[in-house]
């Protein structure tokens, strides 16, 4: 009876375990998984094509990634070049200035943007940016564009990495000891002073880890980017121009037109790539969140 | 001994939310002299202390009433522009709270912001102030590393340094030697002693013994009440309150 039960002990931890280990190396079974079948193109293509040639024609065996790089590069970068001043913004009011009852009921619901499943944020894109864009700002700036462009992809993204950078960086603003500010505040300096030059000094690693893991969600997400993105394998050349992000190819083409002879294999090392990539961040970014915390203790 | 008055405290009231830390204080503090605030944990030392420089507004849900006038201006005046009281007062904490930045620019921050650009300038400020808080020899060579790299007791002579640099009338410590080894309470006690002929001094302790070695004028607080305040002569030898006398002799805590 007693060793039954400690037997039985024994296999519920020992299981458990397993189950763990095995989540965990998941992403390394796919890596592996990715590579040994983008290895067909790897053999025939050098790497320096499959990055830099703006080339895309599957049918005649031309695999230039170039176009959706940089599809991927213009609408993150505009992603973040719109996130980082209103995220930052937004946490320093909501941890310098807000009452208490402000911060406790706006957090929540910054948060709750982040539960929004990326096709709403692909239809209201295709709603509501995208006529936006196509009937005010292109021609404001005196140009044409159907609406789906770097710009769209860009605001929709922005909007979607929001309560991950507004997140991190409150609750890195609160990591900063209140007596560093009284310090600042006793000698005569006014509150946002004491935010430029010390506040945010001192949260500065913690700030760049917010943005990296806001910068690692955008690179990847699909959904929302491609409904409103357009989808043109052309290297955009203003932000009113249609891009084609990584992701989007994969998605769009993956079990489509497998028959054509590489195309899996092309597509596989993408998909590579961007998981190289997005892990790449993350990990930098966790890096700096641990010391940020170590250091504060 | 004749006192003149540099901070005068008027049937001054703070709560906490409901809870009152501060219970109708009227008391006047001396101009050039070492006042010190003492009483047992929690009876409002430091709440007294920070009403002084309005830090105090800074806490969720404070409420002040009364009146404070240093130089015959009523600080609790919603009117008051709050940076330049605290500009009058120089601040140290329990624990010294370097700035984020090197050795120098901590001194030169307050003048900093409160406009002095000139390089020449800078530099004599922040040797002068260096030198006044006996920390210039030990870091004349490194002034341009992180102040975080200093000992504690360098990084409290280093505050203090910071506090004088823009030039206040006032003092104030918070338990200042708190945090530090006997010989780095020495020093800053001794700093105390030399700069109390410039300045008035306010501080918080708990140490009796620092007390009667500093102070030439005591505050008694228990519970939020001023029990009695005096020169320390009075206070220490010659106490008038039953209260007094036995937080003296270490009966009540």
Redesign the interface.
Known sequence: MQTKRLLKDRIASKLMLLLTVSSGLIVFVMAFGLYQRSRPILAIKPLSELLFSTSWHPLRGEFGFFPFIMGTLWVTGVAVAIAIPLCLLTAIYLSEYAHRWVREWTKPLIDLLAGIPSVVYGVWGVLIIVPLIKDYVAPFCGTFSSGYSVLAGGVVLAIMVFPIIIHVSVEVFRSVPYEVREASLALGATKWQTVKHVVMRKALPGVIAAIVLGLSRAFGETMAVLMVAGNVAKVPSSILDPAYPLPALIANNYGEMLSVPLYDSALLLSSLALLLVVLFFNIISRVILIRVERSIQ | MEFKTHIRVRNVNVFYGKEQALKNVSVDIPDRRITAIIGPSGCGKTTLLKSF?R?ID?T?GVRVSGEISVDGENILDPKVEV??I??K???L?Q?P?????SIYDNVA??PR??GIKDKKRLDEIVERYLRQSSLWEEVRDRLRTPASRLSVGQQQRL?LA??LA?EPEIILGDEPTSALDPSSSQRIEQRFLELKNQYTIVIVTHILRQARRLADYVIFLYLGELIEHGTAEAIFENPKEQMTREYIKGIIS
Not at chain 2, 97 to 101: A, C, I, Q
């Open positions: 420089n830090l800074t969720d940076t330049h605290r500009k007062m120089g601040l904490s624990k709270y370097p700035l984020p930045m921050y307050g912001i409160h505050c910071r506090g823009v």
